[in-house]
């Protein structure tokens, strides 16, 4: 059994952890510090078909058991891939299970739009931390997005050496196009700074959008 400590982690990171986890082992126990923590992993694993178990530790400390089951059917968006072949070897298997992956999370041709560098309205530091963790939930989704489209101050979240910055680089390397409005680049003294992504423009932006089957604007 793997076990994560997500202590003192603020959601979602405890529920990406336990994700990840969940990969590579059938059982994981996940220790999070409050308990709205778990119930957001039994969530979870709950839209995957997994069995969870949640138990309080002490005043602050709470431990959830998630386990997967033989015969459960994960309720995920994804267009089935039949790949098979009479003889492979262990490494073409592989090659097909990666490439499954791919095609499901890539197929939804889906767009997100970033047009600030906080979500929502009011206090700005629970802003910015909102997008942080909307960035960083969009790298464990079974479907990502085709595009995502940053302008206005939006653009700030692709700066070097911020917290947003390596999320969007992960994204990235899993295929999904990061482009910046090179107005809103200039407007704010930015080029040069980037570090994820390219440059386009609003005739660019504005054909994604209109065209895209789906617009997800946090």
Do not use: W
């Amino acid at each position: 059994m793997k076990t994560v400590n997500a202590m003192g982690k603020a959601c979602p990171v405890p529920v990406i952890l336990t994700r990840k986890a969940l990969r590579d082992n059938d059982n994981v126990t996940t220790l999070v510090s409050e308990k709205i923590a778990t119930e957001n992993i039994e969530k979870m694993a709950n839209q995957l078909g997994y069995k969870s178990t949640i138990k309080q530790l002490g005043a602050h400390k709470y431990s959830i058991v998630v386990k997967k089951q033989s015969s459960s059917h994960p309720n995920v968006e994804r267009n089935e891939v039949m790949m098979t072949s009479a003889d492979n070897s262990q490494d073409d298997q592989q090659r097909i299970e990666n490439a499954t992956v791919n095609t499901i999370r890539l197929s939804e041709g889906y767009i997100v739009v970033l047009d600030s560098d906080e979500i929502g309205h009011g206090d700005s530091i629970l802003g910015k931390q909102l997008a942080k963790s909307f960035i960083s939930s969009l790298t464990e989704q079974d479907v990502l997005p085709e595009y995502i489209l940053m302008f206005n101050s939006g653009v700030k979240l692709a700066v070097k050496d911020t917290d947003t910055v390596e999320d969007l680089l992960a994204l990235e390397k899993m295929g999904v196009h990061v482009l910046e409005c090179g107005i809103c680049v200039n407007y704010f003294e930015l080029k040069g700074q980037l570090g994820v992504g390219s440059i386009t423009n609003m005739f660019r932006i504005t054909e994604l959008m209109r065209t895209s089957q789906r617009v997800v604007k946090p």
